[in-house]
Structures are given as structure tokens and as C-alpha cells.
């Protein structure tokens, strides 16, 4: 199970990488596995404003469709153009290639009061019992 | 894009496509020409042929013949499917139903006679599961639950508390919470007890002044009996609510117990599994909807009523009801069939069929428990639910176990339904399989337990004997191919 | 009739076996309480014969009826290659590996639905056409911005109380009715134009409920563009054998009712509603769809596909709640469209098409004239009063559908259909008879 240190991670299995005032966001190791392979991605388009909690889109895999939600209130500035074509680099790099889109954050420390490596890791632990 | 490439060229297909079968001038065939047509026809929009294959008869007959070969059938053997009571299609009612072909719902006179054997059906239904008032035009399972949610919906707004949350249970088919969307209504999971029946105090716990209704399947897909159903439906009751039953596994109790005597207000049947309907590779099915008389004057329209002349018509006035929910009389052909296997086998068949059905359910229980983990030691009727989980460590997923079964002519259990217990394996074998059926398949699920301890490699590779090997539904979903180019 | 297999031997072997004293023991879960007392009071137990006299019925001698469901020449081998138990008997086709079978006649009559049409993709059947058109109004209210949805008042009365059955859960859409002008029985289109907006998904049948060729150049360049979301809904299948297919005119959708292709009228059902889109929506159709793909030896192989928007996995997010669908009539049709061919589907057609031109012309000789001047495909919409209707049907003529009860500003009139199924006899009998 990877679980990059330096990311932030939420309680729906997103992680947040923060770059300046923007979170560049994308689903764990954890949430590929447990959808499997995944033939579909559909995200919300460039300049959508959305709040914490709203969903950006949704990711499909032959037997399940999951949400992926915002983690931050921002504005979507960037939408990754290589899942359209190669959705199975969501299994594949999760955490690099298959970014999933950039939230330019409202408030920049926003990212802080999510889960770091160490949290994420132990809410994964009890989750998969 | 990614996958379309492999696809493409169709690479040792069995059966070429029809659109690779025949060739322009090909069919020969002669049609009824009652009529003069002239030479220039003068209507607007006249197009040139019609893009689809030129194939002659005897191509076409045995294009579809070798597909046929290509499937399986519940004449080849048994369909343990857990909910789906694929039981034995009786010949009859396809005799019985010929007489329909020609009909036309406008034939008035014609129409009388069959308004009449649908009036007769309405009333057996309504016998068997203890209900005041029968609706046969939804088509289909799914279309009689959302017919019964949008019946309740529009009682809930009659009395004006104008509620919208239903509580689902974590056993329900997925078509449940579906129904309830398109019905309106949005759906609250409420889990079952340890020993995998719903009880009245989780139900308690969940009841406020927002809900509506509660969904059950009883039995339910565990195959279990709802034993605190009547509880549940007095405090549902008690609370202005209603409880509507999901009637798929109605097979388990024919004759023996009644819906309408367990409080049950609304609920829906399947003609294409308790009533021997042929499934015909995903329908036409039937799913009649049954309720108490108050909520009788919601039932879609329009309703059969007597001519006043001794026999019968339709009546299309109904203020309170739903209204129509599909454009004729549902799948009539279907209907008659369901009738003619009631007629057929009559009180004491339909007694005899419960018996045998969870009779046989339970032999085949009693052959599988030791060999693969059965979560809930409850008893269980009709049906019962193993997992995978005897075999963590080996790799073999129930998947495997499926795609083995039909190595051994067997059509697989349902599989990872219900949710509640993961890598799930829903049998029911029905009451129409012979001791030696149901033995071939203990012998097949006992070799196959074998091979997951001693050489588990090879149930990767399963199905090896069938038509085509185990299928890419990635590919598929990835490439997305509907049509032939 | 028993089609239980077992003797009472059986019945104590397996009780035995299962760890039951007796065979009734297995009944231990049900309560007591909610037990039935006694045998059912239902009929039977009947033998095969009596049940045959029970179940006879006899058509009218001469049916001129239509409305959504038409009577038309089935080749026999249709009848033939569907009662295989291999077809008829087989499960939803979720394990492709024992289901091809049912799978390639799935995929090959999407294909040829979807040519038919002249759309991209088309689904593997629904109930009927009134409930593909409510899934086709669902689709375009799942879309943004769509808060209204108008129907021509010529479309089939039943098709517009489905869809305002299925429509009546969202408070927030609205169906509003186009008229059609009194004259010609074709669509308002200056109505239309005023009617039609952004925020508006627009539905019209063609040919309609009267028979008549809508003037779809006209529409689509009314709506092309204005309507938020638009679709053709086509009650007679037969039609896409000699007009221009819809899809050439631009629509989102083309839905409706496809039992002419190879399906008896059998009192109403089982139909065939169909459901066809563009590449773009696919995701977002209702029903089923079988994909094409390979197995583990690169062998082509199909399955059913993008499971993942019906009810057993999305549940409360599906894009709907259908799950049996029409398969076997599914299968007829594809069998149809194949025994028939292009040239005989058009033949059909046209044999239709002369058959209520004969009519009309016997009946103009008589003096009775069609309610409505636009040009009609095989159904007319004649005056007919009451009384006359119910000698005729005493006669055993059935001279097509009322329409008072839904259009009462037409009075006393009947749709009439004509098709190869009828001959010049019966014609000149009605015609006679008027």
C-alpha cells in the first residue's frame, strides 16, 4: 500500500498535493484496488468553482462507479487530458500521471486540516477490517 | 484510442456477423403483396434501402441456429441462480399462449375473452399473496416495484404528510434504491441483525416522521425468513408508514404463508421467476403489482371492470391514480402464460412447489456447508449464501469458483450479491431439479473446493470447455464498441 | 400437473439429509402466526386440454387497427428460431462465457437499430415506447438546465401519460403539449417556435398517432439549436424501412416502439421499446448494452457493458431502474430484420403505404374524406360515428382505433390502419360498409 509522505489525503481516499495556492488532486493506491480496473474518468470542466465536499467527477471501473470529491473550496483550474484516452493510469500511477485536476484553493492553508501520511495510513488500517 | 485496435477485425469469432453473412441479391424472399403499388410513390421523405444485411433464408436459419448453440439454456441444466428462481419452463403455456398471436388490443370482441383470463389472473394473485387489488401492466420486476413506490408516493400526498425517506435494508437488490430514485423518493440503508433477518428494533431506531415506507424481500437474499415481518410492519403502521415487499423470493412460501397476513400494503411478483415464465436471455418478464384495498385507488390505469353484460372492460377514468405506466396492458403473452402454470398445477402444486423448493435448497446446504464457509448458520429456505472465504490464501476468488462451474455444464450461483457478505455465492437450485442434478453439482463444488487446496493455478484459467474463454469486460468497457462498424 | 421431479421418497431422503425430521420440518422458519390455513382457493389443478378450450380466443375477421402495436407478416422462422430453449429459456446474459449466443443477436440487432435509425448507438430494448420516451425525457432532465418538456399533442395519448406518470416525481418539469393544425393534422410550427427554448427537451412522433408525416425538415431547423434537448419518437418500427432515417435530421435521441419488427400484437404485449443515441450520451442510456471485446485467447468475444450505470451497482445513482428488459422480442426483431432484408422491409412498407392509399381512394369514391390533408404513411384518421362503429364491429370489421376519448375536438372519428396483413377484399368490405 503506497502512501506518498508528503501528500495529504482525505476520508474518501483523495490525496492533495499542494503547489503554491493549488491542490493537485487524485484518488490513492488504496481507492485503485479496491475499484479495480478502471475503464472511465469524468470530470468536471476548467473554471467550475466548487466547496469542500462537492464532487469533481466520478471514476468507473466494471463494477463499481466511485465519486471523487473536492477537498478544499476553490475554483478547477486544470483537468488532466491523458484520462480520457489511458484510463488505466489511474491503476497504474496514481499518485503521478493520473493526476485528476487542480483546485486553485480560496483559502491557501486550507489543506492543512486534512489527514497527513501517518493519519491516512491508520484510517486505511481500520477501514480495510 | 486505447483497445478499440485489438478489437477491431472481429480475430476467431464463432459465428460471423451477421452483417459478414449474405451479399447483396441474397434474399430471395416473397412477402404478401395484397396491394398495386405505384410506380413513383408520393409521400415525403422516401429514402433508398434500408442499411441492413442481405442474407437468404436458409443463412439466416443457420446463423441464429449456431448462435443458439453458443448458449445455455434451463432445458441444458440447472441455473442455481440465488433470487432468479430459474425454474423449468413448462411446454403448455407456450401452447396457451399461441392463441394471442394474432390479437389486436383494439379487437374489442377478441379482447373480451382475454380481458377476461387477465381478470382471472388478477384474482389468483391476489389469493395467493393475501392482497385486496391486482395491476398486470408493469412489464417487468423492476417496473412493478417503481409502480408500487409511486402508488405509495401518491397515498403519502393524499394524506398530505408529504414524506420522501424509505428505508431500504443492506439485503435488497439493487433495483430497490434505484426504484425509489425514479420514484422520488430518497433511500436510507438500514442493516439486518446478526443472524441476517431485519429486526424490529433496528427498524425502531430508524422510524421517524420522514419516512414513508420500508422495502423487505421476504424471504430475503439470504434466504432467510423476515421472522419479525409483522412486528415491523405494526410499527411501521403505527408510525403512518407503509411496507411494501419486494415479491422475487415469493417461490419459498406458495401456499404456505401470504404476504397481506404479514401486514405487508404494497407489493410486486414475478411472473418470470415464481410463476415459470421464460426469462428469454433477460425477459420479456412481468411484474404485477398487488395492495391493500386503500391504497387501491391509486393502481395505474385502466383498471378491468365487468361490462355489465357478464363479461369485461376497461375502465380509463381513475382521478386518484398513478396513471398509466405503460402504453397497453404490460406483456399480456407473459401474463397468460403465468395463468396457465396457476391452472396448471393448481392449490396443491403451488404448496407442493414450496415444499420441494426449499427442500431441495436445504439438501444442497446440508452437501455444501462443510466444504465452503457459510456465513449464516440461521436456517434458510429456498436459497441460501456461501463465500470464498475458506480459500484466503489460496487466491481463489468466488469468481474463479463461477467461471469453474460452468466447466462442469453448470450455469454459476449468483455471485457478490448480497453485499452484506463479500465474495458471496447465492444458490437455488428450485424445486424442478432432480436429487441427480442437484448431486452432479455438489460433486462439481466439491472438486472444485479440491482444486482451490491442491492446485489453485488452474481456476484461473477457467472456463476452458466453453465457447470462448473467460471474457475482458475491461476491454469492453474501455473500448466501447455497440455496433458493428 | 406436477413439474416437481421428486416422489415422496425423495422428499424424506433430502429432509433427512438436510437433518429434518420430516419434509414439513423445512417450513420451521415461518412463524406460526402468519401460516396459511388450508389450500388456496385458486383453480386447477387443470389438465392440458381443458386448459386449451380455457384459453381459446378468436380475432375479428378483418382488423384494421394500429395505434403502437401492428399487425404484419411474420416469416415463420421467426416463430422457429426463437422457441429454441437455447433463446427462450436462458438466463440475462451477465456470464458471457455460456451466453454468446444471446449476446451477438443483442449486438447485431443494436447494430442494426442503430443504422435503422441513422444514430451511432443503440441500447438492447426497453419495455415499450411509452417508457422509452419517459427514459428519454429522464435523460435530457439529467442534463443541465432542461426544466421543461414538450410533447406534440399529436404523439400517442398513451406515450404522453407514461411520460407524465414518470415525470410526475419531479415536481420542478413540466410537460407542455405542441398543438397540431386542424387542417393538414401536421405539428404547429409557429407554436413550436414560440414553445421552444433552451431550456426545453422537445419530443415529437413521426409518423404521429393520426398517420401523418410530420414535416421534420421544418422542425429540425426549428429546433436545431433552440431546444435544449430534442428527440423523434417512432411508434411504427416499419417506417424506418422507407423514410429517411430520423437521425439524419439531428436529434439527441431517437426512441419509441420497434414490436412491428418481428413480434405478434398478442393483446397488447410483450413490445419492444427502443432506444437510440448518440456516441456522446452513451454513458448516460438506460438499459442494457453489449459491448464487443476479446476472451483470454484473443478470441471475439461480448458482454454486456458499462453495468456500472444500471440499478445492481449504482442502485439509488443509476441512470435507471430498469433491469429485465424485452430480450426475447429483442432477438425476434434482429431475426425479422434478417428474414426480411433491405428490399422486403421496404416492400412492407410500401405494401402498407399502397393499402391505405387504396382505401382512401375507395372511401373518397363514397364520398368520405380523411380528417386531415397531410400525406400519411399506412394510417388515416377517419370520420366514423359511434353507432356505425359498433355495427361494424358486430360485422367483425374492426375499423381502427377511436379517437373521441383523446382528441375530443376531432368528434366521432377512428384511426384506421392498412397493412400487408389485410387484402383488397376487406377494404373494399369496409369501404362498403362506412
Same mark, same amino acid.
Given at each position: 500500500?503506497?502512501?506518498?509522505?508528503?501528500?495529504?489525503?482525505?476520508?474518501?481516499?483523495?490525496?492533495?498535493?499542494?503547489?503554491?495556492?493549488?491542490?493537485?488532486?487524485?484518488?490513492?493506491?488504496?481507492?485503485?484496488?479496491?475499484?479495480?480496473?478502471?475503464?472511465?474518468?469524468?470530470?468536471?470542466?476548467?473554471?467550475?468553482?466548487?466547496? +469542500?465536499?462537492?464532487?469533481?467527477?466520478?471514476?468507473?471501473?466494471?463494477?463499481?462507479?466511485?465519486?471523487?470529491?473536492?477537498?478544499?473550496?476553490?475554483?478547477?483550474?486544470?483537468?488532466?487530458?491523458?484520462?480520457?484516452?489511458?484510463?488505466?493510469?489511474?491503476?497504474?500511477?496514481?499518485?503521478?500521471?493520473?493526476?485528476?485536476?487542480?483546485?486553485?484553493?480560496?483559502?491557501?492553508?486550507?489543506?492543512?486540516?486534512?489527514?497527513?501520511? +501517518?493519519?491516512?495510513?491508520?484510517?486505511?488500517?481500520?477501514?480495510?477490517? | 484510442?486505447?483497445?478499440?485496435?485489438?478489437?477491431?477485425?472481429?480475430?476467431?469469432?464463432?459465428?460471423?456477423?451477421?452483417?459478414?453473412?449474405?451479399?447483396?441479391?441474397?434474399?430471395?424472399?416473397?412477402?404478401?403483396?395484397?396491394?398495386?403499388?405505384?410506380?413513383?410513390?408520393?409521400?415525403?421523405?422516401?429514402?433508398?434501402?434500408?442499411?441492413?444485411?442481405?442474407?437468404?433464408?436458409?443463412?439466416?436459419?443457420?446463423?441464429?441456429?449456431?448462435?443458439?448453440?453458443?448458449?445455455?439454456?434451463?432445458?441444458?441444466?440447472?441455473?442455481?441462480?440465488?433470487?432468479?428462481?430459474?425454474?423449468?419452463?413448462?411446454?403448455?403455456?407456450?401452447?396457451?399462449?399461441?392463441?394471442?398471436?394474432?390479437?389486436?388490443?383494439?379487437?374489442?370482441?377478441?379482447?373480451?375473452?382475454?380481458?377476461?383470463?387477465?381478470?382471472?389472473?388478477?384474482?389468483?394473485?391476489?389469493?395467493?399473496?393475501?392482497?385486496?387489488?391486482?395491476?398486470?401492466?408493469?412489464?417487468?420486476?423492476?417496473?412493478?416495484?417503481?409502480?408500487?413506490?409511486?402508488?405509495?408516493?401518491?397515498?403519502?400526498?393524499?394524506?398530505?404528510?408529504?414524506?420522501?425517506?424509505?428505508?431500504?435494508?443492506?439485503?435488497?437488490?439493487?433495483?430497490?434504491?434505484?426504484?425509489?430514485?425514479?420514484?422520488?423518493?430518497?433511500?436510507?440503508?438500514?442493516?439486518?441483525?446478526?443472524?441476517?433477518?431485519?429486526?424490529?428494533?433496528?427498524?425502531?431506531?430508524?422510524?421517524?416522521?420522514?419516512?414513508?415506507?420500508?422495502?423487505?424481500?421476504?424471504?430475503?437474499?439470504?434466504?432467510?425468513?423476515?421472522?419479525?415481518?409483522?412486528?415491523?410492519?405494526?410499527?411501521?403502521?403505527?408510525?403512518?408508514?407503509?411496507?411494501?415487499?419486494?415479491?422475487?423470493?415469493?417461490?419459498?412460501?406458495?401456499?404456505?404463508?401470504?404476504?397481506?397476513?404479514?401486514?405487508?400494503?404494497?407489493?410486486?411478483?414475478?411472473?418470470?421467476?415464481?410463476?415459470?415464465?421464460?426469462?428469454?436471455?433477460?425477459?420479456?418478464?412481468?411484474?404485477?403489482?398487488?395492495?391493500?384495498?386503500?391504497?387501491?385507488?391509486?393502481?395505474?390505469?385502466?383498471?378491468?371492470?365487468?361490462?355489465?353484460?357478464?363479461?369485461?372492460?376497461?375502465?380509463?377514468?381513475?382521478?386518484?391514480?398513478?396513471?398509466?405506466?405503460?402504453?397497453?396492458?404490460?406483456?399480456?403473452?407473459?401474463?397468460?402464460?403465468?395463468?396457465?402454470?396457476?391452472?396448471?398445477?393448481?392449490?396443491?402444486?403451488?404448496?407442493?412447489?414450496?415444499?420441494?423448493?426449499?427442500?431441495?435448497?436445504?439438501?444442497?446446504?446440508?452437501?455444501?456447508?462443510?466444504?465452503?464457509?457459510?456465513?449464516?448458520?440461521?436456517?434458510?429456505?429456498?436459497?441460501?449464501?456461501?463465500?470464498?472465504?475458506?480459500?484466503?490464501?489460496?487466491?481463489?476468488?468466488?469468481?474463479?469458483?463461477?467461471?469453474?462451474?460452468?466447466?462442469?455444464?453448470?450455469?454459476?450461483?449468483?455471485?457478490?450479491?448480497?453485499?452484506?457478505?463479500?465474495?458471496?455465492?447465492?444458490?437455488?437450485?428450485?424445486?424442478?431439479?432432480?436429487?441427480?442434478?442437484?448431486?452432479?453439482?455438489?460433486?462439481?463444488?466439491?472438486?472444485?473446493?479440491?482444486?482451490?487446496?491442491?492446485?489453485?493455478?488452474?481456476?484461473?484459467?477457467?472456463?476452458?470447455?466453453?465457447?470462448?474463454?473467460?471474457?475482458?469486460?475491461?476491454?469492453?468497457?474501455?473500448?466501447?464498441?455497440?455496433?458493428?462498424? | 400437473?406436477?413439474?416437481?421431479?421428486?416422489?415422496?421418497?425423495?422428499?424424506?431422503?433430502?429432509?433427512?439429509?438436510?437433518?429434518?425430521?420430516?419434509?414439513?420440518?423445512?417450513?420451521?422458519?415461518?412463524?406460526?402466526?402468519?401460516?396459511?390455513?388450508?389450500?388456496?382457493?385458486?383453480?386447477?389443478?387443470?389438465?392440458?386440454?381443458?386448459?386449451?378450450?380455457?384459453?381459446?380466443?378468436?380475432?375479428?375477421?378483418?382488423?384494421?387497427?394500429?395505434?403502437?402495436?401492428?399487425?404484419?407478416?411474420?416469416?415463420?422462422?421467426?416463430?422457429?428460431?426463437?422457441?429454441?430453449?437455447?433463446?427462450?429459456?436462458?438466463?440475462?446474459?451477465?456470464?458471457?462465457?455460456?451466453?454468446?449466443?444471446?449476446?451477438?443477436?443483442?449486438?447485431?440487432?443494436?447494430?442494426?437499430?442503430?443504422?435503422?435509425?441513422?444514430?451511432?448507438?443503440?441500447?438492447?430494448?426497453?419495455?415499450?415506447?411509452?417508457?422509452?420516451?419517459?427514459?428519454?425525457?429522464?435523460?435530457?432532465?439529467?442534463?443541465?438546465?432542461?426544466?421543461?418538456?414538450?410533447?406534440?399533442?399529436?404523439?400517442?395519448?398513451?406515450?404522453?401519460?407514461?411520460?407524465?406518470?414518470?415525470?410526475?416525481?419531479?415536481?420542478?418539469?413540466?410537460?407542455?403539449?405542441?398543438?397540431?393544425?386542424?387542417?393538414?393534422?401536421?405539428?404547429?410550427?409557429?407554436?413550436?417556435?414560440?414553445?421552444?427554448?433552451?431550456?426545453?427537451?422537445?419530443?415529437?412522433?413521426?409518423?404521429?398517432?393520426?398517420?401523418?408525416?410530420?414535416?421534420?425538415?421544418?422542425?429540425?431547423?426549428?429546433?436545431?439549436?433552440?431546444?435544449?434537448?430534442?428527440?423523434?419518437?417512432?411508434?411504427?418500427?416499419?417506417?424506418?424501412?422507407?423514410?429517411?432515417?430520423?437521425?439524419?435530421?439531428?436529434?439527441?435521441?431517437?426512441?419509441?416502439?420497434?414490436?412491428?419488427?418481428?413480434?405478434?400484437?398478442?393483446?397488447?404485449?410483450?413490445?419492444?421499446?427502443?432506444?437510440?443515441?448518440?456516441?456522446?450520451?452513451?454513458?448516460?442510456?438506460?438499459?442494457?448494452?453489449?459491448?464487443?471485446?476479446?476472451?483470454?485467447?484473443?478470441?471475439?468475444?461480448?458482454?454486456?457493458?458499462?453495468?456500472?450505470?444500471?440499478?445492481?451497482?449504482?442502485?439509488?445513482?443509476?441512470?435507471?431502474?430498469?433491469?429485465?428488459?424485452?430480450?426475447?422480442?429483442?432477438?425476434?426483431?434482429?431475426?425479422?430484420?434478417?428474414?426480411?432484408?433491405?428490399?422486403?422491409?421496404?416492400?412492407?412498407?410500401?405494401?402498407?403505404?399502397?393499402?391505405?392509399?387504396?382505401?382512401?381512394?375507395?372511401?373518397?369514391?363514397?364520398?368520405?374524406?380523411?380528417?386531415?390533408?397531410?400525406?400519411?404513411?399506412?394510417?388515416?384518421?377517419?370520420?366514423?360515428?359511434?353507432?356505425?362503429?359498433?355495427?361494424?364491429?358486430?360485422?367483425?370489421?374492426?375499423?381502427?382505433?377511436?379517437?373521441?376519448?383523446?382528441?375530443?375536438?376531432?368528434?366521432?372519428?377512428?384511426?384506421?390502419?392498412?397493412?400487408?396483413?389485410?387484402?383488397?377484399?376487406?377494404?373494399?368490405?369496409?369501404?362498403?360498409?362506412?
Amino acid at each position: 500500500m503506497n502512501i506518498p509522505d508528503d501528500l495529504y489525503y482525505t476520508e474518501n481516499h483523495e490525496w492533495g498535493k499542494v503547489e503554491d495556492g493549488d491542490l493537485r488532486v487524485g484518488i490513492t493506491d488504496y481507492a485503485q484496488e479496491e475499484l479495480g480496473d478502471i475503464v472511465f474518468v469524468d470530470l468536471l470542466p476548467e473554471g467550475t468553482a466548487v466547496s +469542500r465536499g462537492d464532487s469533481v467527477g466520478t471514476v468507473e471501473s466494471v463494477k463499481a462507479v466511485s465519486e471523487v470529491y473536492a477537498p478544499v473550496d476553490g475554483e478547477i483550474t486544470e483537468v488532466n487530458p491523458a484520462l480520457e484516452d489511458a484510463p488505466e493510469l489511474v491503476n497504474q500511477d496514481p499518485y503521478g500521471k493520473a493526476w485528476m485536476v487542480v483546485i486553485r484553493m480560496t483559502d491557501p492553508s486550507a489543506a492543512r486540516s486534512l489527514m497527513d501520511s +501517518r493519519a491516512y495510513e491508520e484510517y486505511v488500517k481500520a477501514e480495510a477490517k | 484510442m486505447a483497445g478499440r485496435d485489438d478489437v477491431a477485425g472481429f480475430p476467431l469469432i464463432r459465428e460471423p456477423l451477421l452483417k459478414d453473412v449474405g451479399a447483396p441479391g441474397r434474399n430471395r424472399r416473397v412477402l404478401p403483396a395484397p396491394f398495386d403499388v405505384p410506380q413513383a410513390v408520393d409521400l415525403p421523405g422516401i429514402a433508398v434501402l434500408p442499411d441492413i444485411p442481405d442474407v437468404s433464408e436458409v443463412e439466416t436459419v443457420r446463423h441464429f441456429t449456431r448462435l443458439s448453440d453458443l448458449n445455455y439454456g434451463v432445458d441444458n441444466g440447472m441455473y442455481p441462480l440465488g433470487s432468479c428462481t430459474m425454474k423449468y419452463n413448462p411446454k403448455m403455456a407456450e401452447a396457451m399462449a399461441e392463441a394471442l398471436k394474432p390479437v389486436h388490443p383494439g379487437d374489442e370482441a377478441a379482447m373480451g375473452s382475454v380481458l377476461g383470463l387477465l381478470f382471472l389472473l388478477q384474482q389468483h394473485l391476489g389469493e395467493i399473496c393475501g392482497m385486496d387489488a391486482c395491476s398486470l401492466w408493469p412489464a417487468a420486476g423492476a417496473h412493478g416495484e417503481l409502480t408500487g413506490m409511486m402508488v405509495i408516493r401518491r397515498a403519502v400526498d393524499a394524506g398530505g404528510s408529504g414524506r420522501r425517506k424509505v428505508l431500504i435494508p443492506d439485503t435488497a437488490h439493487g433495483t430497490n434504491p434505484a426504484s425509489c430514485a425514479v420514484a422520488g423518493f430518497v433511500t436510507e440503508n438500514i442493516p439486518s441483525g446478526p443472524s441476517g433477518f431485519l429486526t424490529a428494533q433496528t427498524v425502531e431506531e430508524h422510524l421517524d416522521g420522514g419516512v414513508a415506507a420500508l422495502m423487505i424481500t421476504n424471504p430475503n437474499t439470504l434466504g432467510i425468513f423476515e421472522e419479525e415481518i409483522s412486528e415491523i410492519a405494526r410499527l411501521l403502521h403505527e408510525n403512518g408508514s407503509y411496507l411494501y415487499m419486494d415479491g422475487a423470493n415469493l417461490n419459498a412460501i406458495l401456499g404456505v404463508a401470504r404476504p397481506g397476513d404479514m401486514g405487508v400494503d404494497c407489493m410486486h411478483v414475478n411472473l418470470h421467476k415464481t410463476f415459470a415464465t421464460p426469462h428469454g436471455g433477460g425477459g420479456p418478464g412481468g411484474g404485477p403489482v398487488l395492495v391493500k384495498e386503500g391504497l387501491a385507488p391509486y393502481l395505474p390505469l385502466p383498471r378491468i371492470v365487468n361490462d355489465g353484460h357478464g363479461g369485461f372492460a376497461l375502465d380509463r377514468e381513475g382521478p386518484e391514480s398513478i396513471g398509466m405506466v405503460h402504453s397497453c396492458l404490460g406483456n399480456v403473452a407473459i401474463s397468460i402464460r403465468a395463468l396457465a402454470y396457476i391452472l396448471s398445477i393448481g392449490p396443491s402444486g403451488l404448496r407442493e412447489t414450496a415444499k420441494a423448493a426449499c427442500l431441495n435448497a436445504n439438501y444442497l446446504r446440508s452437501r455444501l456447508a462443510g466444504l465452503y464457509d457459510l456465513p449464516y448458520p440461521t436456517p434458510t429456505l429456498h436459497e441460501f449464501v456461501l463465500s470464498d472465504r475458506a480459500f484466503k490464501g489460496t487466491g481463489v476468488s468466488t469468481m474463479d469458483v463461477a467461471k469453474a462451474l460452468m466447466d462442469f455444464s453448470f450455469h454459476p450461483p449468483t455471485v457478490y450479491f448480497p453485499l452484506v457478505v463479500g465474495g458471496a455465492l447465492m444458490i437455488e437450485p428450485t424445486e424442478t431439479e432432480p436429487i441427480e442434478e442437484l448431486d452432479r453439482f455438489a460433486l462439481a463444488m466439491e472438486e472444485i473446493a479440491r482444486r482451490a487446496r491442491e492446485n489453485p493455478e488452474e481456476l484461473h484459467g477457467a472456463p476452458v470447455t466453453t465457447p470462448v474463454g473467460r471474457v475482458d469486460e475491461v476491454l469492453a468497457a474501455r473500448s466501447l464498441i455497440l455496433t458493428w462498424p | 400437473m406436477s413439474y416437481v421431479p421428486h416422489s415422496e421418497d425423495d422428499l424424506r431422503r433430502m429432509a433427512s439429509a438436510a437433518g429434518l425430521t420430516d419434509p414439513e420440518d423445512v417450513f420451521s422458519p415461518i412463524p406460526r402466526a402468519v401460516r396459511h390455513r388450508g389450500p388456496l382457493s385458486v383453480g386447477g389443478p387443470l389438465d392440458e386440454e381443458t386448459l386449451r378450450r380455457l384459453f381459446r380466443v378468436s380475432p375479428s375477421r378483418a382488423v384494421f387497427a394500429g395505434g403502437g402495436v401492428y399487425r404484419h407478416h411474420i416469416p415463420a422462422l421467426v416463430d422457429a428460431l426463437s422457441s429454441r430453449q437455447e433463446f427462450s429459456t436462458a438466463y440475462t446474459p451477465y456470464q458471457p462465457e455460456i451466453s454468446q449466443g444471446t449476446l451477438q443477436a443483442l449486438f447485431e440487432y443494436q447494430s442494426m437499430m442503430a443504422a435503422l435509425t441513422g444514430m451511432e448507438v443503440s441500447n438492447a430494448s426497453l419495455y415499450d415506447g411509452a417508457t422509452a420516451l419517459a427514459e428519454g425525457a429522464l435523460m435530457a432532465l439529467r442534463g443541465k438546465g432542461i426544466g421543461r418538456v414538450l410533447v406534440t399533442r399529436a404523439t400517442h395519448p398513451a406515450y404522453r401519460k407514461v411520460l407524465e406518470t414518470y415525470l410526475s416525481r419531479s415536481g420542478d418539469a413540466v410537460v407542455e403539449e405542441v398543438p397540431f393544425c386542424r387542417d393538414t393534422g401536421r405539428v404547429d410550427l409557429g407554436a413550436l417556435a414560440s414553445a421552444v427554448g433552451s431550456d426545453a427537451a422537445f419530443f415529437i412522433q413521426n409518423p404521429n398517432y393520426f398517420g401523418v408525416l410530420e414535416p421534420m425538415e421544418e422542425v429540425a431547423a426549428a429546433v436545431s439549436g433552440t431546444a435544449g434537448f430534442w428527440g423523434i419518437v417512432v411508434a411504427e418500427a416499419l417506417s424506418l424501412g422507407l423514410f429517411r432515417p430520423p437521425g439524419s435530421f439531428g436529434p439527441d435521441v431517437v426512441v419509441g416502439e420497434a414490436q412491428s419488427f418481428g413480434n405478434h400484437a398478442n393483446a397488447g404485449g410483450p413490445l419492444l421499446g427502443f432506444f437510440c443515441t448518440r456516441r456522446e450520451h452513451a454513458r448516460r442510456m438506460p438499459g442494457r448494452l453489449v459491448g464487443l471485446t476479446k476472451d483470454s485467447s484473443g478470441r471475439t468475444a461480448f458482454c454486456l457493458t458499462l453495468s456500472t450505470r444500471e440499478q445492481h451497482i449504482r442502485r439509488e445513482k443509476a441512470t435507471s431502474n430498469i433491469c429485465s428488459n424485452e430480450g426475447l422480442c429483442t432477438l425476434r426483431a434482429a431475426l425479422y430484420l434478417s428474414a426480411l432484408g433491405p428490399k422486403g422491409l421496404r416492400s412492407a412498407a410500401l405494401q402498407c403505404a399502397a393499402g391505405a392509399g387504396e382505401l382512401t381512394s375507395l372511401l373518397r369514391d363514397r364520398g368520405i374524406f380523411p380528417l386531415f390533408s397531410g400525406p400519411c404513411f399506412h394510417e388515416i384518421a377517419l370520420p366514423l360515428k359511434e353507432g356505425k362503429r359498433q355495427a361494424l364491429l358486430a360485422e367483425g370489421i374492426v375499423p381502427g382505433i377511436p379517437l373521441v376519448r383523446d382528441y375530443p375536438e376531432l368528434g366521432e372519428a377512428v384511426v384506421t390502419a392498412v397493412t400487408e396483413m389485410n387484402t383488397k377484399e376487406e377494404c373494399r368490405w369496409l369501404a362498403g360498409m362506412m
